[in-house]
């Protein structure tokens, strides 16, 4: 299982922001005046920070592979019959295309995975804080980064 601040650490940028608000919230824990309100800032940005850094750029990388793969497949079919060399072109733009649909689905899948890890993880997270736990209390799966 990994913590929240491993979670943190492994999601933070070179400024070091989410790891020092874990380790903020931890000193409050300490001396027994954990704030609510932030912990759910803290949420909201681990939130934010999964969308920005996780998501939307194998969402972008997903939809420009399907687009462009599905060109080149476009473009093969269009291509003249005829000469050998042109039989040739038609087959590696169908090859190039077809792997470009999988890189594309492969970074669909990705993206669907990092969705739910911020769907599924930091809603029960939410959830936790929201019912009087705090942010410590709840550990995430292996599976998720």
């Given amino acids: 299982m990994t ?3 491993e979670f943190a650490a492994h999601l933070d940028d ?3 922001r989410l790891s020092r608000a874990v380790e903020k919230l931890e000193i409050e824990r300490s001396r027994g005046a954990l704030n609510r309100d932030e912990q759910m800032d803290l949420i909201g940005d681990l939130r934010q920070t999964v969308r920005e850094r996780l998501i939307r750029p194998w969402r972008r990388r997903a939809v420009t592979a399907l687009i462009l793969g599905l060109l080149l497949l476009a473009a093969a079919l269009l291509l003249p019959p005829g000469w050998p060399q042109i039989l040739l072109l038609r087959w590696s733009a169908s090859g190039a295309g077809i792997l470009i649909l999988a890189w594309g689905g492969y970074g669909a899948g990705k993206a669907q995975h ?6 599924v993880w930091l809603k029960d997270l939410e959830a936790a804080v929201q019912m009087g736990g705090t942010v410590f209390d709840i550990q995430h799966s292996p599976r998720h980064p």
């Fill in 3 to 5: 913590t929240i601040e």
């Fill in 14 to 16: 070179y400024t070091g």
């Fill in 114 to 119: 990092y969705r739910h890890l911020e769907c």
